[in-house]
Nanobody, 125 residues
Framework: QVQLVESGGGLVQAGDSLRLSCAAS????????MGWFRQAPGKEREFVVA????????YYADSVKGRFTISRDNAKNTVYLQMNSLKPEDTAVYYC??????????????????WGQGTQVTVSS
């Protein structure tokens, strides 16, 4: 089992920035990918971004390219999501995701082994 603990959500205004964190613990084994999904009210959960074991290997949804940046600290088993230029349409519950694959691309197709509990991000106009 792998446990994911998220932090950093909140209420901000359009154009502001916010940083989410997610720490993984438990049976993570050696190499793994982590990422973020989000779910807005009345909508399906959607992929946002993922990062592979190699920190240069990232995969972004088109809707957040240029505004969001994912990074990770492998020594801490922690992934970070820096969100800049936030828009009201970014409002959602953000879920941390974990995959035993060392590559991030499968996560974009739903390849997730574990989920975090979710953290609310609200962007007011």
């Amino acid at each position: 089992q792998v446990q994911l603990v998220e932090s950093g959500g909140g209420l901000v205004q359009a154009g502001d920035s916010l940083r989410l964190s997610c720490a993984a613990s438990g049976r993570t084994f050696s190499t793994f990918s982590m990422g973020w999904f989000r779910q807005a009210p009345g909508k399906e959960r959607e992929f946002v971004v993922a990062i592979g074991w190699s920190t240069e290997n990232t995969y972004y949804a088109d809707s957040v390219k240029g505004r969001f940046t994912i990074s990770r600290d492998n020594a801490k088993n922690t992934v970070y999501l820096q969100m800049n230029s936030l828009k009201p349409e970014d409002t959602a519950v953000y879920y941390c995701a974990f995959s035993h694959s060392w590559r991030p691309a499968p996560m974009a197709r739903g390849g997730v082994n574990y989920w975090g509990q979710g953290t609310q991000v609200t962007v007011s106009s």
